[in-house]
């Protein structure tokens, strides 16, 4: 199973961000990670933006988006865009994609939330265009008309991941891209939902065994404060009140919400629990580093040391 961590820009002065994110993938990279992750927050820095960024202070570390909303830009565009990021980083860009969530395509960005899943499917039409460049992309489905010359390739493979949550997302996933990225998911839900659905699609397809992407929040803790940390991760992280998707994924699992799927306590119990995601079928676990304390000071002291602890943790799962 790959170790990986999520970078993003966080809550902050704007001037500061780019900065912050920089100092933070070096760290990833120079502590041994396999990936990192780039979360959309659909409030804040551009993803793929960021990546590119990242290629500047990077060598060797993969990565990736979780997730680029689907409808906020044409196809043609994320192609470009993807392509421009992808050779930037001399090709270690993985493109996490997905079709999003009510309350940002319809309530934030105005746009239709109308059948999300075959939106993806002609959305994936057109990405899947990326290997017959340089060319054209030239794709007519029910969604886009697309007859488009591109002078710009890959410059390696480059990974494409689909968000897929419900059965119809997961046969999309399987069939199309090379894997899902997950969020609000835990070791059941994987174990009996998503590797099972996502993989006999990928067979049936004739596609390789499919990366499964798990983000999963993790806190070093000392014995009593575990209650403490599932808290906070409910304070900041949750987002299944609002959205159905992750509702119905929640049936599928043992977990009722985001802090009692997290990854908390002492080196012992971090590392139980990422042995627990591996025996799932996760390929790829992406944490989310949760600092907890009652000021700046106690917040950044307990980043560090969930910093120290997991990078030693994730040697022993190579």
Same mark, same amino acid.
């Given at each position: 199973m790959r170790i990986g961590v999520m970078v993003g820009p966080e809550q902050g002065d704007t001037a500061r961000k780019v900065d912050r994110m920089l100092k933070d993938v070096e760290w990833a990279e120079s502590a041994g990670f396999d990936t990192v992750w780039v979360p959309q927050i659909p409030t804040d820095f551009d993803a793929l933006t960021a990546v590119a960024l990242m290629s500047t202070r990077t060598s060797?570390?993969?990565?990736?988006?979780?997730? $680029?909303?689907?409808?906020?830009?044409?196809? $043609?565009?994320?192609?470009?865009?993807?392509?421009?990021?992808?050779?930037?980083?001399?090709?270690?860009?993985?493109?996490? $994609?997905?079709?999003?969530?009510?309350?940002?395509?319809?309530?934030?960005?105005?746009?239709?939330?109308?059948?999300?899943?075959?939106?993806?499917?002609?959305?994936?039409? $057109?990405?899947?265009?990326?290997?017959? %460049?340089?060319?054209?992309?030239?794709?007519?489905?029910?969604?886009?008309?697309?007859?488009?010359? %591109?002078?710009?390739? /890959?410059?390696? /493979?480059?990974?494409?991941?689909?968000?897929?949550?419900?059965?119809?997302?997961?046969?999309?996933?399987?069939?199309?891209?090379?894997?899902?990225? %997950?969020w609000m998911a835990d070791e059941r839900a994987i174990g009996e939902h998503i590797v099972p659905r996502i993989t006999k699609a990928a067979a049936d397809a004739g596609r390789p065994d499919p990366r499964i992407v798990a983000g999963v929040p993790v806190c070093l803790c000392a014995p009593g404060e575990e209650g403490i940390a599932r808290e906070r991760a409910n304070r900041i992280l949750a987002e299944a009140e609002i959205s159905p998707n992750y509702q119905r994924l929640l049936e599928q699992g043992e977990a009722k919400d985001i802090g009692q799927m997290a990854i908390v306590g002492d080196e012992n119990a971090i590392l139980a629990g990422f042995k627990r995601y591996r025996d799932a079928g996760v390929t790829d676990l992406s944490m989310r580093l949760l600092p907890i304390g009652n000021n700046r000071d106690e917040l950044v002291a307990s980043k560090y040391r969930t910093r120290e602890v997991v990078a030693e943790l994730a040697k022993e799962l190579r």
């Open positions: 060797r570390i993969e990565i990736g988006t979780a997730v $680029v909303p689907l409808q906020a830009q044409h196809p $043609v565009h994320l192609v470009r865009q993807a392509l421009s990021t992808h050779a930037a980083l001399n090709g270690r860009l993985a493109l996490g $994609v997905g079709p999003s969530h009510h309350w940002i395509v319809q309530d934030m960005l105005g746009l239709p939330y109308e059948k999300p899943a075959k939106f993806t499917r002609d959305y994936l039409d $057109v990405l899947g265009g990326i290997k017959d %460049l340089p060319g054209s992309i030239d794709v007519e489905n029910d969604t886009f008309t697309v007859h488009n010359p %591109l002078d710009i390739g /890959p410059v390696a /493979p480059m990974p494409l991941l689909v968000a897929a949550l419900g059965p119809v997302m997961l046969k999309i996933a399987g069939e199309r891209a090379d894997g899902t990225i %997950l």
